[in-house]
């Protein structure tokens, strides 16, 4: 079965910035769907960012413009740039597949865990 490992987590400063990778291995990378999704405790998983899908999916107007998704395709790996990061942004990551109306198709893994903060 198809896996992903996210890294990349760490204590990073408000307005500062950081990036996770998240390694793929067991699909063709670049021909489906992958996003980030993050969860705070006490609070529903979300998702972040994607990469292109059939149709638009939605995120959060609280992390427009401020994260960003790239890939490298010979490493098989899928970048959060993060930027401009406020305390609520603290969460743990995680990176999955994703169908074509937005759900997760791999089980959730333990994810990488930000922390923003003074």
């Known amino acids: 079965q198809a896996s992903v490992v996210e890294s990349g987590g760490g204590l990073v400063e408000p307005g500062g910035s950081l990036t996770l990778s998240c390694v793929a291995s067991g699909k063709t990378f670049g021909t489906y769907t992958m996003g980030w999704y993050r969860q705070a405790p006490g609070k529903e998983r979300e998702l972040v960012a994607h990469t292109e899908s059939i149709s638009p999916l939605t995120i959060n107007d609280s992390v427009k413009g401020r994260f960003n998704i790239s890939t490298d395709m010979a490493k098989k790996t899928l970048f959060l740039h993060m930027s401009s990061l406020k305390p609520e942004d603290s969460a743990t990551y995680y990176c999955?597949?994703?169908?074509?109306?937005?759900?997760?198709?791999?089980?959730w893994g333990p994810g990488t865990q930000v922390t923003v903060s003074s």
């Open positions: 999955n597949y994703l169908t074509n109306w937005g759900t997760h198709i791999l089980p």
